[in-house]
């Protein structure tokens, strides 16, 4: 059973939820368009060897909104002090990994490990988008200058969760009702990705991440974002890079026993020497293998 609590954390209250477990204790980061509870089966899944923590960053799931500057990483290092006294393992998806290298960077003592799902990276240079992508680009700039939250909650939903080259509703039942119902609360409190950003330029800093990274991406992902992922593991001095067969931007909903094997597996140490996981079908890849 989880426990729900709050974090304080300058001037709110971080709505957080703990899986009891063993060591060590390893945080989850949602993305920008979900919240803690789309990491509630992953959770589950490690709790009985893993302490694990998810928490709602503000604007997103049951923390409201910030009126003034904040920090997402400072948010993130009060989790850490609230829930561990040692380093802990950081476990981020999209724009949630953004936060974990930001953290690694800005805290590296409090950061055992990361795995970083499809992640965003502060001061990544711009993408160049496919067609299918561009097209979801077009669209949704239509929709949001037309105000239209519903058709931008669909347009996102099947941008993220079924796959930009995919047909909607590829992905059906409860994890597109909770994608669907998660984003909506994103685009009722109008939470703009951009603010809470820590100014850290991960990008360029990539070399100074010595704990062991897991980089993962969903093949049916925008190929910028594989692309994207590709280069960070390459440019990490300790990272190897995974395709997880079959699922698109928001695997930990697709599979989520799958992502909690990623996540194990990264904390196990496994990821020093890659070999063909058979039992879960993802493929891992040598960092040497990657491209320059």
């Known amino acids: 059973m989880a426990e729900r609590f709050v974090i304080p954390s300058d001037g709110t209250g971080l709505v957080a939820e703990r899986w009891q477990g063993g060591t060590p204790v390893a945080v ?3 993305e920008g368009v979900s919240d803690r509870r789309g990491w509630r089966e992953v959770a589950a899944v490690l709790a009985p060897t893993t ?9 997103f799931g049951e923390t409201p909104p910030s009126p003034g500057k904040f920090s997402h990483t400072d948010d993130a ?15 981020g998806a999209s724009a949630g990994g953004m936060i974990a290298l930001d953290t690694a960077l ?48 669909r347009l996102e ?6 796959g930009p080259a995919q047909p ?10 909770l994608a669907l119902d998660m984003n909506a609360i994103v685009i009722a409190n109008r939470t703009a990705e951009a603010t809470g950003g820590s100014g850290a330029d991960a990008w360029n800093r990539l070399a100074e991440v010595r704990v062991p990274v897991t980089v993962a991406c969903g093949e049916l992902d925008a190929p910028f974002v594989i692309d994207r992922n590709r280069q960070l593991a390459h440019r990490l001095p300790n990272a190897t890079f995974q395709i997880l067969p079959g699922m698109a931007h928001q695997p930990y909903l697709e599979h989520p026993d799958q992502v909690a094997h990623v996540i194990a597996q990264a904390i196990a140490g496994a990821q020093t020497e890659p070999v063909p996981d058979t039992a879960s079908g993802q493929k891992l890849i040598p960092v040497d293998d990657l491209p320059q």
Do not use: C, K
């Not at 302490?51 to 604007?59: E, K, L, N, P, S």
């Open 106 to 153: 800005s805290a590296p003592e409090r950061v055992a490990g990361l795995v970083l799902l499809g992640s965003a990276v502060s001061g990544a240079p711009a993408p160049d988008l496919d067609e299918h992508s561009q097209r979801f680009d077009v669209l949704l700039d239509r929709a949001y200058e037309t105000g239209d939250a519903a058709e931008i909650n």
């Open 168 to 177: 909607e509703d590829r992905v059906t039942g409860q994890a597109r009702t």
């Open 28 to 30: 989850l980061l949602h």
């Open 157 to 162: 939903t099947w941008l993220w969760l079924d």
């Open 51 to 59: 302490t694990v923590v998810a928490y709602d960053r503000r604007g």
């Open 77 to 91: 290092l009060a989790v850490l002090d609230h829930v561990t006294d040692g380093p802990a393992w950081l476990v």
